[in-house]
């Protein structure tokens, strides 16, 4: 499946200032998440987003994928350290995660290309 990750990374923005304007709390909430998260000393970011992108693929998510291969060229991550990753998805959940995680490679180059 082909799809434009560049696009992809950006939902509707009516449709979530509505939905943020409904659920105020949750959002919040929400939004501090990753600072809580990421700690000094707990683990380096570029580790995090490693992590972050390898749950995103074994559960599927397409949003995951792009925002978190995002997150992950940003933080310095390169194709040879996504393949690995994937590859530790891949071992331990078979055949869903190996097609899920072919599609990091289709959003590499584009995101990284506009990184």
């Known amino acids: 499946m082909h799809k434009s990750w560049l696009s992809a990374n950006k939902p ?51 949003g995951c994928i792009g925002l978190r291969t995002e997150d992950a060229i940003h933080c310095g ?16 959940s078979g055949s869903p995660s190996f097609a899920h995680g072919a599609q990091v490679r289709g959003a590499f180059h584009p995101l990284n290309d506009k990184a």
Do not use: N, W
């Not at 390169?78 to 690995?84: I, L, N, R």
């Open 77 to 92: 991550v390169v194709q040879k350290e996504c393949d690995g990753t994937i590859g530790i998805v891949v071992s331990t």
């Open 12 to 62: 509707p923005a009516s449709f979530l200032a509505e939905y943020r304007a409904d659920v105020p709390e949750l959002s919040t909430s929400f939004a501090e998440l990753p600072k809580a998260t990421i700690k000094p000393g707990a683990r380096d970011p570029k580790t995090h987003v490693q992590m972050a992108l390898a749950i995103g693929v074994a559960v599927r998510c397409d």
